[in-house]
């Protein structure tokens, strides 16, 4: 997310979270073990590591074996501070292939960025920015994103982010799963569990895991995630938190009411909270899914812009404009 006239603050899109203590969190040091009626957990770090391994690499193929999807959510705004602002927003999302296109809208009042549409259809990549009424597009497709909410989409598999110092802003995309990073190799060796606890209201079996991030504005970060091992044996990533080096949460966010998909169990509803460096509560955000379509038809066409949709239209490969605002007559 991003807030205007934050004086250098910047909230990366995804990300602008909240710390809230790992630290009291019981440690077990011998392996998770349930009898035969689920109950009566023994617990171990060896087997632990071994299964959150599996889990993650699991979810990030989920994602590689979709063809298409789109994605609606309504979102909750408030930003905190001298000036307190709440107002609503929605993002929209669709891709397939290497395609793909969004649509960000927030309250005016919340002082985020502008409204943007943005699409790639393969061959052009198109940005419309509401507030100018101008659309520009261009014939490379742009990984840095300007949106002033993150993709939901990708907020439940934000350990696999590749924004850092080395790529400000830039977004996850379908195709980015396909393979694996040389980012989520690093990552997932060295992957540590930090402790193994029992729900005590929902039996879950609570395993959190910190992995190695990067280093954003000069200063490293890891990803702290917790997965939450249900009676049935389903586990979910039910919070990831980005730690500075000198402990201290960055970002947080909590993943809830999940559902099954061809994703595996996606969450319904998202909660991100922020602070800035003194600890402040900066902003809260919270994400309803009310609509996930996964491998359904569709039309390439939907991945692009369309020039009426403008009131100009900037080429940026040719540096021209090819419409242009007219020009309000004032009349006597």
């Not at 910047?10 to 009898?35: K, N």
């Not at 989920?62 to 930003?79: F, G, L, P, T």
């Not at 809208?105 to 198109?126: E, M, R, S």
């Amino acid at each position: 997310m991003f807030l205007r006239n934050s004086k250098g603050l910047q909230l990366a899109t995804g990300l602008i979270l909240a710390v809230i203590a790992f630290a009291t969190a019981t440690v077990v040091v011998f392996p998770i073990v349930r009898d035969a009626h689920g109950d009566s957990p023994q617990v171990g770090p060896n087997q632990s590591k071994e299964k959150s391994l599996l889990e993650l690499e699991k979810l990030r193929q989920n994602y590689a074996m979709v063809k298409s999807i789109h994605i609606v959510a309504d979102a909750k705004v408030a930003v905190f501070g001298a000036s307190f602002r709440v107002g609503k927003g929605s993002y929209e999302y669709w891709a397939e292939g290497d395609s793909y296109k969004m649509k960000c809208h927030t309250d005016p009042n919340v002082g985020l960025l502008a409204d943007v549409d943005v699409a790639y259809d393969g061959k052009q990549f198109y940005f419309l920015d509401h507030a100018s009424g101008t659309l520009s597009y261009q014939q490379q497709d742009v990984m840095k994103t300007t949106g002033a909410l993150p993709n939901p989409l990708f907020m439940p598999v934000d350990f696999l982010s590749i924004d850092d110092d080395d790529c400000h802003f830039c977004a996850l995309r379908m195709t980015d799963f396909k393979s694996a990073s040389a980012p989520w190799k690093n990552r997932s060796s060295r992957l540590e569990v930090k402790s193994t606890s029992i729900d005590e209201t929902t039996g879950d079996v609570l395993t959190d895991l910190d992995i190695p991030g990067g280093i954003k504005n000069k200063h490293l970060f890891k990803f702290r995630l917790r997965l939450a091992e249900a009676k049935d044996g389903k586990l979910r990533v039910t919070r990831i938190d980005r730690v500075g080096p000198d402990g201290k949460l960055l970002t947080t966010m909590r993943l809830d009411h999940f559902a099954p998909s061809a994703l595996g169990e996606f969450p319904r509803t998202i909660d991100l909270e922020g602070f800035d460096e003194q600890g402040n509560l900066l902003a809260r955000m919270t994400y309803t899914i009310t609509t996930l379509e996964i491998n359904q038809p569709t039309q390439n066409s939907a991945f692009a812009i369309g020039f009426n949709e403008a009131d100009a239209v900037w080429d940026s490969d040719r540096r021209i404009f090819v419409k242009e605002k007219k020009l309000k007559v004032l009349r006597p």
